[in-house]
T-cell receptor
Framework: GENVEQHPSTLSVQEGDSAVIKCTYS??????FPWYKQELGKGPQLIID?????GEKKDQRIAVTLNKTAKHFSLHITETQPEDSAVYFC????????????FGAGTILRVKS | KAGVTQTPRYLIKTRGQQVTLSCSPI?????VSWYQQTPGQGLQFLFE???????NKGNFPGRFSGRQFSNSRSEMNVSTLELGDSALYLC???FGGGDEKLFFGSGTQLSVL
């Protein structure tokens, strides 16, 4: 079936360093790529998204890049802070499910102070 | 604007019982999607309701069902509970007009003993 692969599964960085999380998807028709942040005891929160007509989008310290030809997209967090520690999920819509989002397995990000 | 509200937050049931979970979407949102989150399988799409009709469905057995009311509130039901149904059940709402931005609630943590 369709899937989204996400790497790495865990990532530890020093406060102030950058973090990069990468995802690949299999449905070439996918045209919307969101990233979600999930903190303990909460549901996933949308932090940034990108549509296939742009290659990069920034919002303060976070950015997402998209390579539609290679079918992969990445989340970049600069100047990481302890409050960035959470689980991050990428997602993409799949025709198989009526364009509902299929999620990657998640990345546990730990920012050490 | 109030977010997505899920009740109850925690549930403990025994094998063979059935359970009903409730979700109130963001005001104005007509689509409600349900996801199951487990450590082993991640976030998996259960089904989506729009205008009181199931619009899309994931790969879950018929024991998992749902419905949506005229005020867009949704319920999901799991019958004949199994140990493997223990999970965080997340509800997400959206406008439903093709915009895939999903807004999640905090989930219902179901434990099956």
């Amino acid at each position: 079936g369709e899937n989204v692969e996400q790497h790495p599964s865990t990532l530890s960085v020093q406060e102030g360093d950058s973090a990069v999380i990468k995802c690949t998807y299999s449905d070439s028709a996918s045209n919307y790529f969101p990233w979600y942040k999930q903190e303990l005891g909460k549901g996933p929160q949308l932090i940034i998204d990108i549509r296939s007509n742009v290659g990069e989008k920034k919002d303060q310290r976070i950015a997402v890049t998209l390579n539609k030809t290679a079918k992969h997209f990445s989340l970049h967090i600069t100047e990481t802070q302890p409050e960035d520690s959470a689980v991050y999920f990428c997602a993409a819509p799949f025709q198989e499910y009526g364009n509902k989002l299929v999620f990657g397995a998640g990345t546990i990000l730990r920012v050490k102070s | 604007k109030a977010g997505v509200t899920q009740t109850p937050r925690y549930l403990i049931k025994t094998r063979g019982q059935q359970v009903t979970l409730s979700c109130s979407p963001i005001s104005g949102h007509r689509s409600v999607s349900w996801y199951q989150q487990t450590p082993g399988q991640g976030l998996q799409f259960l089904f989506e309701y729009f205008s009181e009709t199931q619009r899309n469905k994931g790969n879950f057995p018929g024991r998992f069902s749902g419905r949506q009311f005229s005020n867009s509130r949704s319920e999901m039901n799991v019958s004949t509970l199994e140990l493997g149904d223990s999970a965080l059940y997340l509800c997400a709402s959206s406008f439903g007009g093709g915009d895939e931005k999903l807004f999640f609630g905090s989930g219902t943590q179901l434990s099956v003993l």
